[in-house]
C-alpha cells in the first residue's frame, strides 16, 4: 500500500501562486505517475495534471494549464505542483495519487490517495 502526504495549501489571492508538495512512499512508488486531482465543494473530483514515473512526460489535464508546472524529485520522493495565476475557481482541495507508470484523468483508476490540502483562491 502506498502512502501520500499532501501540504502546502493556504489562502491566497487572485493572480498569485502557490506550490503543493506530495511526498509519495511505498513498495516501488519510483514505478507510479503521481496525479493531482481537484476537488470543489459540491462537485466531482478533477484531474490537474500528472507526471509519469520518470518524469519525463507530464499532462496538464485541465485548461488554463500553462499556468501550472508538476515535476518531481524521485530522489525525495517528492512531487510539486507549482500553480500561477491562479483564479477562484482553482479552489479546492487538492489531492496526490498514484498508479502504475502511466498517467490518467480518471480518478476510478487510482486506488491510493492522500488526505488532500486545501487551496482557497480569494480576495
Known amino acids: 500500500q502506498l502512502r501520500l502526504v499532501e501540504s502546502g495549501g493556504g489562502l491566497v489571492q487572485p493572480g498569485g501562486s502557490l506550490t503543493l508538495s506530495c511526498v509519495a512512499s511505498g513498495p516501488g512508488i519510483r514505478d507510479y505517475a503521481i496525479t493531482w486531482f481537484r476537488q470543489a465543494p459540491g462537485k466531482e473530483r478533477e484531474g490537474v495534471a500528472c507526471?509519469?514515473?520518470?518524469?519525463?512526460?507530464?499532462d496538464y489535464l485541465e485548461r488554463g494549464g500553462d499556468r501550472i508546472i508538476i515535476s518531481r524529485d524521485n530522489a525525495k520522493d517528492t512531487v510539486t505542483l507549482q500553480m500561477h495565476r491562479l483564479r477562484p475557481e482553482g479552489s479546492g482541495k487538492y489531492y496526490c495519487?498514484?498508479?502504475?507508470?502511466?498517467?490518467?484523468?480518471?480518478?476510478?483508476?487510482?486506488?491510493?490517495w492522500g488526505r488532500g490540502t486545501q487551496v482557497t483562491v480569494s480576495s
Open positions: 507526471i509519469r514515473a520518470r518524469g519525463d512526460s507530464t
Open positions: 495519487t498514484a498508479r502504475p507508470r502511466y498517467c490518467s484523468g480518471s480518478g476510478h483508476r487510482y486506488d491510493d
